[in-house]
T-cell receptor
Framework: DAKTTQPPSMDCAEGRAANLPCNHS???????VYWYRQIHSQGPQYIIH???NNETNEMASLIITEDRKSSTLILPHATLRDTAVYYC???????????FGTGTSLTVIP | DAGVTQSPTHLIKTRGQHVTLRCSPI?????VSWYQQVLGQGPQFIFQ???????GRGNFPDRFSARQFPNYSSELNVNALLLGDSALYLC????????????FGPGTRLTVL
């Protein structure tokens, strides 16, 4: 079962930072938070993941709260190509199985 | 480097038929997982295979089966197709089993008429 809650949709102006929130209040101490995005009818694309510390890569930054009950994905300078559905996933470590929710549909506006 | 590849890209079948979907993982990856994504929903986990053994199974009927070959490629089989099986079927590969990031292929769009 999906263990995350995300807003169904968000808008962001092109060139501005997009901040996508995710609640995962039942997360266990050894469970990772993963973010993927899916552009219409394509396979999900891996963005970033983390356990406790904040993480940054060439695509995005991931901010995880100290109690680990929520996180925020930050796209620092959103472009039109960032329009997609963004999924926040808590990975079940009993098996490498990803449980997707319905995600956040991000629309970047020119 | 080649990513995860899936074939065919699109497929149309009629109710009651059988279908086989194929997946080739990223070179060096030993684990393959299958997901079903119906329109408007997130992907749902079907199976995971690692080193040719089933390591996980989602809540899908026995009409769904899969296998992994010695070269780590995989097939998903669905028997007695129903209209509700119409979906995008996604394959994902990872290096190992428990702790590795999954990388998804483009999917196979199955339409059951």
């Amino acid at each position: 079962d999906a263990k995350t809650t995300q807003p169904p949709s968000m808008d962001c102006a092109e060139g501005r930072a997009a901040n996508l929130p995710c609640n995962h209040s039942t997360i266990s101490g050894n469970e990772y938070v993963y973010w993927y995005r899916q552009i219409h009818s394509q396979g999900p694309q891996y963005i970033i993941h983390g356990l406790k510390n904040n993480e940054t890569n060439e695509m995005a930054s991931l901010i995880i709260t100290e109690d680990r009950k929520s996180s925020t994905l930050i796209l620092p300078h959103a472009t039109l190509r960032d329009t997609a559905v963004y999924y926040c996933i808590v990975r079940d470590l009993t098996g490498n199985q990803f449980y997707f929710g319905t995600g956040t549909s991000l629309t970047v506006i020119p | 480097d080649a990513g995860v590849t899936q074939s065919p890209t699109h497929l149309i079948k009629t109710r009651g038929q059988h279908v086989t979907l194929r997946c080739s993982p990223i070179s060096g990856h030993k684990s393959v997982s299958w997901y079903q994504q119906v329109l408007g929903q997130g992907p749902q986990f079907i199976f995971q295979y690692y080193e040719k053994e089933e390591r996980g199974r989602g809540n899908f009927p026995d009409r769904f089966s899969a296998r992994q070959f010695p070269n780590y490629s995989s097939e998903l089989n669905v028997n007695a197709l129903l209209l509700g099986d119409s979906a995008l079927y996604l394959c994902a590969s990872s290096l190992g089993f428990l702790t590795d990031t999954q990388y998804f292929g483009p999917g196979t769009r199955l339409t059951v008429l």
